[in-house]
């Protein structure tokens, strides 16, 4: 079938029914990767103009993969586009979406009150073999597991964006994730045309601790004047060979995201440098400039 995807029955068999919860950035590209491999899936966002803007951008996601997927063969392609599409159901309702589910991937505001307080609803309705998972940045899975009786059956599962392109997926082990949900999440993962690394339930996991002091680093080495914005990203596509440079990214990443993340770990970690929101970053997010989603960040895009 397609590169990439594992189709083993046995790959698919343990994991057929996902909810993504949260159809945004990250929600609609797990919903969609999902979909892509078979997997009956719902996503759940809190507003119906929330889900016309997943499905409308799903859409013209799985219409480029499949473009590059089937250049030689735009028949299959587009069998491949209305397959994926007709994967995907779209709900408002929370109880209704987790009730035959196997596994739950939870992408709403990176926000440790919000998750909990999904979590601690949908604990009580979905049947006790769904795993839960979370795709947060920064939070800690055991801290969101908290407030849930499945602690066994909880993990982290952390994608990168743009979800359909990129092909790395963290898969983070609290101290109490069972064997079981972790090796169901790692044949999920891979079926999914994912390359899986294991972390342990760290500030960041692996990418993230390292590529956000990257980007922290820039917004100083802007505010003391050293380089334009411009000159710090081509630098850093051409002489690192980095496909974004760090401003390019910030914007793409978004700037409310990557100021929730270092807010929680100066507040959590506050003799660490590196985690200090820059004013920069703190200014852009006041000024709801918050990149590639709203139409500016330290660009323009509109
Ligand atoms: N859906 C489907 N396909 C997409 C896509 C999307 N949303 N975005 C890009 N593509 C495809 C394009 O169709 C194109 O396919 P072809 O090769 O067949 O032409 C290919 O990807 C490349 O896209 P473009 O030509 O538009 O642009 P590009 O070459 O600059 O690549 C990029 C875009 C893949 C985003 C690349 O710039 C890149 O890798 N940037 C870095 C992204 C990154 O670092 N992401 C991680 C952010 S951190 C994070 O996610 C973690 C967190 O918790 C904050
Ligand atoms: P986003 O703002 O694009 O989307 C969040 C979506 O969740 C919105 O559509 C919102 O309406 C919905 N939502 C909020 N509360 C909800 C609730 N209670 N129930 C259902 N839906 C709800 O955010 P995003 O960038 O997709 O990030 C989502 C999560 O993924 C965060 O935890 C973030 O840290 C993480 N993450 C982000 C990136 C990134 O590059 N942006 C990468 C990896 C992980």
Redesign the pocket.
């Known amino acids: 079938l397609c590169r990439g995807f594992a189709t083993s029955s046995h790959l698919r068999s343990a994991i057929n029914n996902v909810t993504v919860i949260g159809g945004g950035l990250m929600g609609s ?1 797990i919903a969609q990767v999902s979909a892509q491999i078979g997997n009956n899936v719902t996503l759940v966002d809190v507003t119906d103009e929330a889900l016309q803007k997943s499905k409308s951008n799903i859409q013209t ?1 799985v219409q ?2 499949s ?2 997927l089937y250049k030689d063969n735009p028949a299959e392609g587009e069998k491949f586009v209305s397959n994926t599409l007709g994967k995907l159901n779209f709900s408002l309702s929370l109880p209704d979406s987790v009730k035959d589910a196997d596994l739950v991937v939870e992408a709403i505001v990176e926000n440790i009150n919000v998750k909990h307080k999904l979590f601690s609803e949908i604990d009580s309705v979905a049947p006790s073999k769904t795993i839960f998972a979370s795709n947060t ?2 939070l800690s899975i055991q801290d969101i597991a908290s407030v849930t009786s499945r602690k066994d059956r909880f993990i982290g599962l ?5 979800v ?3 092909k790395l997926l963290e898969i983070i082990r609290t101290a109490e994730t069972s064997d079981e949900t972790y090796n169901k999440a790692v044949e999920w993962g891979k079926a999914a045309g994912k390359v899986t690394i294991t972390c342990k339930d760290t500030p960041g996991f692996v ?2 601790r390292l ?1 956000v002091p990257f980007m922290g680093e820039a917004f100083k080495m802007l505010e003391r004047g050293d380089a334009t914005a411009r000159d710090i990203d081509t630098a850093m596509k051409l002489g690192a060979g980095h ?2 440079g760090p401003f390019e ?1 910030a914007d ?2 978004g700037h409310d ?2 100021y929730f ?1 270092l807010k929680g770990w100066s507040e959590k970690y506050p003799d660490v440098p590196q985690f200090q929101p820059t004013k920069t970053l703190k200014k852009l997010v006041d000024d709801g400039k918050l990149g590639v989603k709203t139409g500016e960040g330290i660009y323009s895009y509109k």
């Open positions: 590209g996601s480029r993969v473009k590059k940045s920064s952390h994608f990168f964006n743009p359909p392109v990129m990418v993230n590529l496909p974004m990214l793409y990443v995201t990557t993340i």
